[in-house]
């Protein structure tokens, strides 16, 4: 800590507060001064110290090696600054274990770090980046608060930024993977302090099953299949049970198995790599020729398993076989369990939470109430707008008999190896023992699509919580994301199959989400024209506005009731509404945290994101509203915007969840969108998101009506409505800024990934797979400059030659070359300006 006191002063302070060891840094005139402070529980070796850093190594009995920790206080200065980062820069050379590096740097890794006063430039981020990539540290994330520091001046002039932070190598990753970082809000301090938590309460629970994929490579995997899976009698209501006690009989009966096959892997390949070097040691005979050729053997089955079971868990998919590939799996599963682990939240009333069973409890009553129909809603009116699109003719092709070939190609086109699902079986367990298992699911399937069987059993559903912002502080800042057992998806993705085709049918162009032939492009160029129309209109004949409008947990709150009537006033048939609403309404949850769970609940409403068939009926719902407003518009109750003279009257675009409403700004207008969104709000249950909605008005509008519009509207009003779909609706002085965040993603990427986890082979994959596909999606849209796509191959030039962002190797050739394709001796890179006109051309 900086302490700006004398040696004698903080000596006073160490004594009141406990500890029995210090290292004092006396400060020079009024400012800097370092003190740390220790128990005797710990053995602590000062390395090096300077006025900025205190490099230690430290012992304990917690700790099986000496680790190093260095307490660094950045100076303010920014030349002052670089200088302190070649000082740990040398330190970082002599450093062979773990290494914990924490402090006030004054700097900042992401833009989105600092709030208030000016961004920070870009060249200042880099340098701190490069420090960080040479060091081989990355951050180790925090719990709470995002900011650590506040200059403590009243708006406008208030500045937020995180200064404070904690670096780690991954030898620490791996020494302490359950390694927390908490940021605690001070008493009388412009920062905040940094706890860091080592290790986590672990609580004694039953441990689940998960179908690992290494286990189909064993040649008596379908022996042990064909050993438990039983025929069901001929009587319809005993199917469903016996595939149920089918899989049950399966789950344990490879448990057993996988014990006595697949033993602890680590301990074995360890007695096995000492055997083998003991053989090599000895004159090689033929019997020892021999035994080392089956060691081996053994070793890599063992070694291609253990690569199996970390990629199983780290859901790196675009990473295959390669060399080191099992501890790069490995850490990036720690990393990965980390980041979804929930240590700290806020409640209703704003106070931080840390108790595992406070956070649970708050998250379980969150989603009880979230999942919870709040009783009969009055639709008559809203469902009167409806006329049914859907013939008896397509009727009669969606409840057409279902085929053995349609089940077998279904099942095969869903993922192999998802998240953990409730029953433990992914789909690679159904894909490799198909042969074994196929006739009875297909079977099965049948008799459920002809309303013959309950989906009760099957339709068991793990929520899982995926963060909707950079850092979540509240329950609702994160993503319920449905985990269906693969039988349940089955069944779920024919209904989905079925239905397609007929979206564009009922479903008006409007709506660009989900629908065959639609993209999401076009939604994003028609924003981003209105948006540039209103900000340059300059008549006062008549004021307009574009409303950006997102709907709060727009899945989980639509009604069933509502849901049902909705598919029937469209026309579809009583067959085929049964049942879509038996996999919507047969639903059971179970709330998990950190892949524990911590609650279940039978839900009354909402239809699961995770779920194949959601998406469809969810942009269903939605067209109501759609219809709604076309209504209006033809009624003349509502006028939308015109761009131009000849262009059609726009008055919104859908995409899922995400509205766009083009209006004019009169008080009629105003009065019947609130009559409209109402009417629907109240009929579907579904709820403005107020935090995430806004009005962007023309720039000609006058106060008084911003005022007048925000009012019946209950929207607030805003200069800069902030990204649409992703992409900016409003581009600052300069385009290579407004795109600046497509290159700090490829930076945020490249963070982190050491050069001794990826060879080439895995660097030259993740350029491919992962870097150079970020930029497409803009790409497809907009020309980037010159000079922000040279910036990005400059970014991914640094990670080919160095595995970092900082470059700090010799590039043996030029970018251009390495664009060019490996028949001609070059890496295939993409040119991204060829690529950005390639994928205008293609639009």
């Given at each position: 800590?900086?302490?700006?006191?004398?040696?004698?002063?903080?000596?006073?302070?160490?004594?009141?507060?406990?500890?029995?060891?210090?290292?004092?840094?006396?400060?020079?005139?009024?400012?800097?001064?370092?003190?740390?402070?220790?128990?005797?529980?710990?053995?602590?070796?000062?390395?090096?110290?300077?006025?900025?850093?205190?490099?230690?190594?430290?012992?304990?009995?917690?700790?099986?090696?000496?680790?190093?920790?260095?307490f660094?206080?950045?100076?303010?200065?920014?030349?002052?600054?670089?200088?302190?980062?070649?000082?740990?820069?040398?330190?970082?050379?002599?450093?062979?274990?773990?290494?914990?590096?924490?402090?006030?740097?004054?700097?900042?890794?992401?833009?989105?770090?600092?709030?208030?006063?000016?961004?920070?430039?870009?060249?200042?981020?880099?340098?701190?980046?490069?420090?960080?990539?040479?060091?081989?540290?990355?951050?180790?994330?925090?719990?709470?608060?995002?900011?650590?520091?506040?200059?403590?001046?009243?708006?406008?002039?208030?500045?937020?930024?995180?200064?404070?932070?904690?670096?780690?190598?991954?030898?620490?990753?791996?020494?302490?993977?359950?390694?927390?970082?908490?940021?605690?809000?001070?008493?009388?301090?412009?920062?905040?302090?940094?706890?860091?938590?080592?290790?986590?309460?672990?609580?004694?629970?039953?441990?689940?099953?998960?179908?690992?994929?290494?286990?189909?490579?064993?040649?008596?995997?379908?022996?042990?299949?064909?050993?438990?899976?039983?025929n069901s009698s001929d009587q319809d209501h005993s199917v469903l049970e016996t595939f149920v006690s089918n899989l049950k009989r399966c789950r344990q009966r490879l448990i057993a198995w996988s014990k006595k096959e697949f033993p602890n892997s680590g301990k074995t390949i360890k007695r096995l790599k000492t055997h083998l070097d003991e053989l090599t040691q000895v004159v090689r005979t033929p019997d020892i020729a021999r035994g080392i050729a089956n060691i081996k053997g053994?070793?890599?089955?063992?070694?291609?398993?253990?690569?199996?079971?970390?990629?199983?868990?780290?859901?790196?998919?675009?990473?295959?076989?390669?060399?080191?590939?099992?501890?790069?799996?490995?850490?990036?599963?720690?990393?990965?369990?980390?980041?979804?682990?929930?240590?700290?939240?806020?409640?209703?009333?704003?106070?931080?939470?840390?108790?595992?069973?406070?956070?649970?409890?708050?998250?379980?009553?969150?989603?009880?109430?979230?999942?919870?129909?709040?009783?009969?809603?009055?639709?008559?009116?809203?469902?009167?707008?409806?006329?049914?699109?859907?013939?008896?003719?397509?009727?009669?092709n969606l409840l057409l008999p279902i085929s053995t070939e349609e089940i077998k190609a279904t099942a095969f086109s869903l993922g192999s190896n998802k998240a953990p699902r409730p029953d433990g079986f992914s789909g690679k367990f159904y894909h490799s023992s198909w042969s074994e298992?196929?006739?009875?699911?297909?079977?099965?399937?049948?008799?459920?699509?002809?309303?013959?069987?309950?989906?009760?059993?099957?339709?068991?559903?793990?929520?899982?919580?995926?963060?909707?912002?950079?850092?979540?502080?509240?329950?609702?800042?994160?993503?319920?994301?449905?985990?269906?057992?693969?039988?349940?998806?089955?069944?779920?993705?024919?209904?989905a199959n079925r239905m397609?085709?007929?979206?564009?049918?009922?479903?008006?162009?409007?709506?660009?989400?989900?629908?065959?032939?639609?993209?999401?492009?076009?939604?994003?160029?028609?924003?981003?024209?209105?948006?540039?129309?209103?900000?340059?209109?300059?008549?006062?004949g008549k004021y307009e506005f574009a409303l950006k409008m997102d709907m709060s947990k727009a899945y989980d709150r639509v009604e069933w009731n509502f849901l049902e009537n909705v598919l029937f006033r469209f026309g579809f048939c009583t067959e085929w509404v049964s049942l879509v609403m038996k996999c919507v309404c047969s639903v059971s949850l179970n709330i998990c945290l950190s892949g524990e769970k911590v609650s279940s609940l039978t839900p009354s409403r909402g239809i699961r994101q995770g779920d194949p068939l959601s998406p469809y009926l969810f942009i269903i719902i939605a067209e109501v509203l759609s219809i709604m407003i076309r209504q209006s518009q033809t009624d003349y109750f509502i006028r939308g915007v015109k761009l131009s003279h000849s262009c059609p009257e726009l008055t919104h675009s859908f995409f899922a969840d995400d509205a766009l409403l083009y209006m004019r700004a009169s008080q009629r207008n105003c009065n019947h969108l609130a009559d409209i969104l109402k009417m629907y709000c109240t009929a579907s249950g579904q709820v403005i998101n107020l935090d995430k909605s806004s009005i962007l008005f023309s720039s000609n509008t006058p106060d008084n009506v911003k005022n007048m519009v925000g009012r019946i509207l209950g929207i607030p009003v805003t200069e800069d409505p902030g990204r649409y779909l992703g992409i900016p609706s409003i581009w600052g002085k300069t385009k290579h800024q407004a795109l600046a965040y497509v290159r700090e993603r490829i930076a945020n990427k490249i963070q982190g990934w050491g050069h001794s986890l990826l060879s080439f082979a895995g660097r030259d994959v993740m350029i491919k797979a992962?870097?150079?596909?970020?930029?497409?999606?803009?790409?497809?849209?907009?020309?980037?400059?010159?000079?922000?796509?040279?910036?990005?191959?400059?970014?991914?030039?640094?990670?080919?030659?160095?595995?970092?962002v900082s470059g700090g190797t010799t590039h043996w050739k030029d970018w251009g070359y390495l664009t060019t394709a490996k028949s001609t001796g070059g890496m295939g890179f993409r040119d991204l300006s060829v690529m950005n006109d390639a994928l205008l051309a293609n639009c």
């Open positions: 800590m900086e302490t700006k006191q004398k040696a004698s002063v903080v000596r006073k302070v160490r004594r009141r507060c406990g500890f029995t060891e210090e290292w004092i840094v006396n400060p020079v005139g009024r400012s800097g001064g370092l003190a740390l402070w220790w128990s005797d529980v710990v053995t602590v070796n000062i390395l090096f110290s300077s006025s900025n850093i205190i490099h230690t190594s430290v012992m304990s009995e917690a700790l099986s090696t000496p680790s190093y920790i260095t660094i206080y950045g100076p303010t200065d920014e030349a002052e600054r670089l200088l302190c980062w070649e000082e740990v820069r040398r330190i970082s050379n002599n450093i062979r274990t773990s290494w914990l590096c924490l402090g006030d740097f004054n700097d900042i890794l992401f833009q989105h770090e600092k709030c208030g006063g000016r961004p920070r430039a870009w060249r200042k981020i880099l340098n701190f980046k490069c420090f960080v990539a040479d060091c081989e540290l990355e951050d180790l994330g925090y719990n709470g608060p995002i900011f650590t520091w506040c200059n403590n001046r009243d708006y406008p002039e208030t500045i937020h930024e995180r200064t404070d932070r904690t670096l780690g190598n991954l030898q620490l990753r791996e020494q302490l993977p359950c390694l927390q970082v908490f940021n605690v809000v001070p008493a009388g301090s412009d920062h905040h302090f940094l706890f860091i938590q080592c290790q986590y309460e672990k609580r004694q629970q039953s441990r689940t099953f998960h179908f690992e994929s290494a286990w189909v490579s064993h040649g008596n995997f379908l022996d042990v299949i064909k050993g438990c899976w039983r053994d070793l890599e089955r063992l070694l291609e398993c253990e690569e199996q079971y970390w990629w199983q868990r780290s859901r790196i998919n675009w990473l295959g076989a390669g060399d080191k590939n099992s501890r790069f799996f490995h850490i990036s599963t720690i990393k990965r369990r980390q980041q979804n682990r929930i240590a700290c939240i806020r409640n209703d009333e704003g106070n931080w939470l840390y108790e595992k069973d406070a956070i649970s409890d708050n998250i379980a009553n969150f989603f009880q109430e979230l999942f919870t129909t709040s009783g009969a809603r009055p639709m008559d009116t809203v469902l009167g707008f409806i006329e049914p699109t859907i013939s008896s003719d397509m009727n009669r298992i196929g006739e009875f699911v297909c079977s099965m399937v049948k008799k459920i699509f002809v309303g013959h069987l309950l989906l009760n059993d099957l339709n068991e559903t793990n929520i899982t919580l995926i963060p909707k912002v950079q850092k979540p502080e509240h329950v609702s800042h994160f993503r319920p994301i449905g985990l269906c057992n693969f039988s349940y998806k089955i069944i779920s993705k024919i209904l397609r085709p007929l979206l564009d049918t009922c479903i008006s162009q409007n709506q660009s989400a989900f629908v065959p032939g639609r993209c999401i492009h076009d939604n994003i160029i028609i924003a981003n024209e209105v948006y540039h129309y209103l900000r340059r209109k300059k008549d006062t992962v870097l150079q596909t970020i930029p497409i999606y803009p790409m497809n849209v907009f020309k980037f400059p010159v000079k922000t796509c040279k910036e990005i191959s400059s970014l991914i030039a640094n990670f080919w030659w160095s595995g970092t």
